[in-house]
């Protein structure tokens, strides 16, 4: 990849991406069946096109085991990364400066347990599409799990006329970027709003317009103003991969792995006699009008789990709840197909049994008010995880001390205006999303852990007129007393501060 055909004038957003993370991707690997990489040991992970580095530092920070590469072709996503990790002492981490193809070459003799990207790959050339493929395969160790994250057909296909128009424009206006990118942004709306031929045939191009306008002008370049821009073709990467003896195995995204509940059931006995690992794919994204894919691969050489191994394996996973998580069933979850219903029978003794305490699959099999549906209950968890109710505990050791050094830092650079939204989890050995206002009161009781009521809510104010935040009494209260009642615990609960 060379700077030449890819955006570096301006920085990628900060971002986190839950499922990209090592702990995730063995959770849902697992659950696959299959024989994952041990991360309560010492283990590798490589992220290929990092941005500016300040998920991979939470990854580094929360997941001390870990030795984790970064690589970017923008020196200033480096530098950002770079400098983030010394001020929170987070050292298991390196970035590199490099394409992807040179770093490759680079770890002739090295490899990774995890290499994940996210994004880059429908923004680059069909070139460099091949140097990522070749990397990832080069790089993974046998059994090694590959996450590659892109824009995805038919669900993006109506795209590409846009984002030409959208580029050319853009490179002929004057201005600022933000000016640039709004004129670009509002041609097009006037023709959605006229619903002209291409409008009028493609109604999901004028919702995705109307989405853009909330998204950081960073993040539309990005996106759409890259060189190269392209929504992929499911089959042939899968394709491509396996003939890199890297098979598909799943999707991070858990929900999807359970046709069940993410493929329309009027058309599941049609995929079901599909045998092709790759048609089976394309059916499934016509199915849901897919727009985007987090592709879970494994690198040949590690031989899937017998049914007895699966059992055991499943058997040790221990989940706990997450932030807002309901405390009974049933439950409804919104997926791509609609609404799905998670009966009260299942999901009731689950979300009650977690409200307590976190719970292994072990001794959520014995509850008593889930006999009978022992093989339920690995795909329940896999759909509240996706949902963001549960999370997979970190197994091995935790370093507690350092996510809340590194949240300390983060908080304070959110309170002076970086856009830093995810706390470190280290008992998740992930992140946690937090409102400015949570990243406020993050920051105080990180140095103040027993305030709650009345002295929270003062020293919260005086912060605030102290960093020249502005801050009212009005609903503050509210706020504060659903935070201490609903965030606050399971924050404590999983390290955050």
């Not at 990849?1 to 090592?22: E, G, K, N, R, W």
């Not at 329309?264 to 045998?275: E, S, Y």
């Not at 309901?326 to 791509?336: C, K, M, N, Q, S």
């Amino acid at each position: 990849m060379s700077s030449a055909s890819y955006l570096t004038d301006v920085a990628y957003p900060h971002h986190f991406q839950t499922q990209a993370t090592s702990n995730w991707l063995a959770f849902v690997a697992t659950a696959l069946g299959r024989a994952v990489p041990d991360i309560s040991r010492a283990y590798r992970s490589c992220e290929l096109g990092c941005g500016q580095g300040y998920g991979a530092v939470i990854n580094a920070a929360a997941n001390p085991n870990g030795h984790f590469v970064a690589v970017d072709i923008n020196p200033r996503h480096i530098a950002h990364g770079r400098a983030l990790a010394a001020a929170a002492g987070v050292a298991n981490i390196e970035f590199i400066e490099a394409n992807f193809r040179d770093f490759a070459e680079s770890c002739a003799h090295d490899t990774f347990d995890f290499v994940i990207s996210h994004g880059v790959y429908s923004w680059v050339s069909p070139a460099v599409q091949g140097e990522m493929r070749q990397a990832v395969a080069q790089l993974l160790k046998p059994g090694g799990l590959a996450y590659l994250g892109y824009m995805s057909q038919p669900g993006l296909f109506f795209l590409g006329p846009l984002q030409q128009l959208l580029r050319r424009h853009v490179q002929g206006a004057t201005g600022s970027l933000e000016q640039r990118v709004s004129a670009a942004l509002n041609l097009l709306q006037g023709m959605a709003s006229a619903r002209v031929g291409f409008f009028a045939e493609h109604p999901q191009a004028s919702i995705y317009l109307q989405s853009l306008a909330s998204r950081h002008v960073h993040y539309v370049a990005h996106e759409l103003f890259n060189e190269h821009w392209s929504s992929i073709n499911s089959g042939e990467l899968i394709e491509q991969m396996s003939e890199l003896a890297c098979d598909f195995i799943g999707s991070a995204t858990a929900l999807e792995n359970i046709d069940e509940v993410s493929v329309p059931g009027n058309v599941l006995a049609l995929l079901n006699q599909l045998p092709g690992v790759a048609e089976r794919e394309l059916f499934k994204d016509l199915a849901r009008n897919q727009s985007d894919r987090c592709d879970l691969f494994q690198k040949r050489g590690v031989a899937a789990l017998t049914t007895g191994q699966h059992r055991q394996a499943l058997w040790q996973q221990c989940v706990t709840r997450l932030p807002g998580a309901p405390l009974a069933g049933p439950i409804e979850f919104d997926t791509r197909i609609g609404p799905v219903q998670g009966p009260a029978g299942l999901f009731g003794p689950l979300l009650k049994a977690l409200a307590d305490y976190p719970q292994t699959f072990a001794s959520l099999a014995g509850l008593p008010a889930l006999g009978g549906q022992t093989g339920a209950i690995s795909p329940a968890l896999q759909m509240l995880a996706w949902a963001g109710h549960v999370h997979p505990l970190l197994p091995g050791e935790l370093d507690v001390e350092r996510c809340q050094a590194l949240n300390r830092v983060i908080s304070e650079r959110a309170l002076k205006g970086e856009t830093y939204q995810w706390l470190a989890a280290p008992t998740l050995g992930s992140a946690v999303a937090a409102s400015p206002l949570q990243m406020l009161l993050a920051r105080v009781l990180l140095d103040y852990p027993q305030l709650r009521g009345k002295l929270l809510k003062q020293t919260v104010l005086a912060s605030a007129r102290q960093l020249d935040i502005h801050a009212t009494e009005v609903g503050l209260d509210a706020e504060l007393e659903a935070f201490e009642r609903q965030v606050l615990p399971v924050w404590q609960q999983l390290g955050v501060v």
